[in-house]
T-cell receptor, first 115, second 111 residues
C-alpha cells in the first residue's frame, strides 16, 4: 500500500539553527500539506501546496517557514531560525484530487526538538 | 480559523460497550467532515468521512447535523484495539483544503 514517508524521524537542533524536514508524498498525489502538533495539543494546519505553489497557509506559517518541491518526489519544510516553541511533531500529508472528501494521507511525522 | 470542540475525555469503557463521541464546529461554512483516529505519538489516520445522511462502517456510525453544527461518532461492541484518541476534523473548502482538527477525545477500552 502506498504511503507517505518522512525523514528524519527525530531532529534535535539548537535554537537559531535552520532545519529542513523532508517528505515523500504518495506518488500520484497532487496536493501536499504540512501540519504540526505540539505535545498534548491539537494538530494544526501550516500550509498546503499545489501545482508548485502555496495554495493556503495559516498564521503559524510566517516568514521563518518555507516549503519546496525540489524534484518530482520530495516535499520539504524549512524553518530558517528555529525557536523553542517550534518544538513539535511535524506531519506531512498528501491527497489525490480536488474532491473535498478525498482522504489526506499522513506520514509518520518528524519530531523536532529545539534546545 | 474557527474552532472544533470535543469533550477530551478520557472515556474508559469495558470491552463490548457502546460509546458515543460528540463534536461541535463553529464555522457554518464548513463543508467536509471526518473522524480521524490517532494512536499515541503516531500520525492521524482517517477512520471515516461523515456524510449529511449519516453513514456506517461496520461497528462505527457517524452522524452530521448541519443545523446544529454537530457531529457524532458511535462505536458499538468496543474492542481493546479501539483504544486511541478520536479526532473530529472539519474542512472549510477554500483554495487549500486544509483540515481543522479538534483536540480529540481519548478512549480506553478495558478487558
Amino acid at each position: 500500500e502506498p504511503e507517505v514517508t518522512q525523514t528524519p524521524s527525530h531532529q534535535v537542533t539548537q535554537m537559531g539553527q535552520e532545519v529542513i524536514l523532508r517528505c515523500v508524498p504518495i506518488s500520484n498525489h497532487l496536493y501536499f500539506y504540512w501540519y504540526r502538533q505540539i505535545l498534548g495539543q491539537k494538530v494544526e494546519f501550516l500550509v498546503s501546496f499545489y501545482n508548485n505553489e502555496i495554495s493556503e497557509k495559516s498564521e503559524i506559517f510566517d516568514d521563518q517557514f518555507s516549503v519546496e518541491r525540489p524534484d518530482g518526489s520530495n516535499f520539504t519544510l524549512k524553518i530558517r531560525s528555529t525557536k523553542l516553541e517550534d518544538s513539535a511533531m511535524y506531519f506531512c500529508a498528501s491527497s489525490g484530487d480536488k474532491d473535498a472528501y478525498n482522504e489526506q494521507f499522513f506520514g509518520p511525522g518528524t519530531r523536532l526538538t529545539v534546545l | 480559523r474557527k474552532e472544533v470542540e470535543q469533550d477530551p475525555g478520557p472515556f474508559n469503557v469495558p470491552e463490548g460497550a457502546t460509546v458515543a463521541f460528540n463534536c461541535t464546529y463553529s464555522n457554518s461554512a464548513s463543508q467536509s467532515f471526518f473522524w480521524y483516529r490517532q494512536d499515541c505519538r503516531k500520525e492521524p489516520k482517517l477512520l471515516m468521512s461523515v456524510y449529511s445522511s449519516g453513514n456506517e462502517d461496520g461497528r462505527f456510525t457517524a452522524q452530521l447535523n448541519r443545523a446544529s453544527q454537530y457531529i457524532s461518532l458511535l462505536i458499538r461492541d468496543s474492542k481493546l484495539s479501539d483504544s486511541a484518541t478520536y479526532l473530529c476534523v472539519v474542512n472549510i473548502q477554500n483554495s487549500g483544503y486544509a483540515l481543522n482538527f479538534g483536540k480529540g477525545t481519548s478512549l480506553l477500552v478495558t478487558p
